[in-house]
């Protein structure tokens, strides 16, 4: 079965400085990788997807960027921080039927 | 409007049944999923139905799918007070880019 490491787990950064958040699967090959954003007390909104290597698709107009450099490596990063940028960040995988969360990314930033 | 609509907020009494009620609004979607999320945590996969099924059920879990009316229910039997979280309802749909739609959560607080 899939497994869905994200780090780190929690993050807090200043307003302006930039951003890493690193994804990684193991257990299987050649998933689709998305990057997850749940604001505080809300749902969930899909920010990036992906279908391969090097293939990113932006669901919304962001200051973050994603980069999948590896088949089972998948990045989300901004230059500068905004405070809106603050939220928990999943990574998820699908392989077929079933959408595979990592344990998450709590990021504040002030 | 939303895709995926939930309402926000459940109680129920340790003991009892809870009922977490989902309407969609795509005809397209495929397969429809509920998820959990504890305080602090991601989100833990409970369930899914395919589109073409009425009823799926696991030990104290029923999915009802009404495809007519695209509404989707959770039924918790014999709730505790560790099924107190958030549910997600979430479809992916038939087309396109095979990402998960959620709802905005139902909070289910079991009281003892």
């Known amino acids: 079965s899939q497994t869905i490491h994200q780090w780190p787990a929690t993050l807090v950064q200043p307003v302006g400085s930039p951003l890493s958040l690193e994804c990684t699967v193991e257990?299987?090959?050649?998933?689709?990788l998305y990057w997850y954003r749940q604001a505080a007390g809300r749902g969930l909104q899909l920010l990036f997807y992906?279908?391969?290597?090097?293939?990113i698709s932006s669901e919304v107009p962001q200051n973050l960027s994603a980069s999948r450099p590896q088949d089972r490596q998948f990045i989300l990063s901004s230059k500068k921080l905004l405070l809106s940028d603050s939220g928990f960040y999943l990574c998820?995988?699908?392989?077929?039927?079933?959408?595979?969360f990592g344990p998450g990314t709590r990021l504040t930033v002030l | 409007g939303e895709d995926v609509e939930q309402s926000l907020f459940l109680s129920v009494r340790e003991g009892d049944s809870s009922v977490i009620n989902c309407t969609y609004t795509?005809?397209?979607?495929?397969?429809l999923y509920w998820y959990k999320q504890e305080p602090g945590a991601g989100l833990q996969l409970l369930t899914y139905?395919?589109?073409?099924?009425d009823m799926k059920q696991d030990q104290r879990l029923t999915v009802l799918l009404n495809k007519k009316d695209k509404h989707l229910s959770l039924r918790i039997a014999d709730t505790q007070t560790g099924d107190s979280a958030i549910y997600f309802c979430?479809?992916?749909?038939?087309?396109?880019?095979?990402?998960?739609?959620f709802g905005s959560g139902t909070r289910l607080q079991v009281q003892p």
């Open positions: 998820a995988c699908f392989p077929f039927g079933e959408q595979f």
């Open positions: 257990g299987t090959s050649n998933p689709n």
């Open positions: 992906s279908v391969g290597i090097g293939q």
């Open positions: 795509d005809s397209s979607s495929t397969y």
């Open positions: 139905i395919f589109s073409n099924m």
């Open positions: 979430a479809e992916i749909r038939r087309t396109g880019r095979r990402a998960l739609t």
